[in-house]
């Protein structure tokens, strides 16, 4: 099993992640993050977007079940 995979199934089973684990996870699967200095971060890859929102350095549980989905659209 890969890091990646590992890093998938750590987020798939979570109750709460790291914001630091996401964007790597998403910055591995092809997404460009864009940030305006803000605590907003946007992450792209046609034809999915997901926006988080860094709340210190856990995601809020809304942000993660997001994740979650796009995971699961992703079919990973």
């Known amino acids: 099993m890969s ?3 590992k890093l998938i199934e750590k987020i798939k ?3 709460t992640a790291d914001f630091n684990d996401i964007d790597l996870l998403l910055r591995q ?3 460009k993050s864009r940030n305006k200095g803000t605590s907003h ?3 792209t890859n ?3 977007v997901i ?3 860094k709340h210190g ?3 809020k549980r809304v942000y993660l079940e997001n994740v979650k989905d796009l995971l ?3 079919g990973l």
């Open 41 to 43: 971060y946007t992450y």
């Open 46 to 48: 046609a034809p999915y």
């Open 72 to 74: 699961e659209r992703m």
């Open 51 to 53: 926006g988080i929102v």
């Open 3 to 5: 890091q990646r995979d």
């Open 57 to 59: 350095q856990q995601v």
């Open 13 to 15: 089973n979570a109750k």
């Open 29 to 31: 699967l092809g997404f």
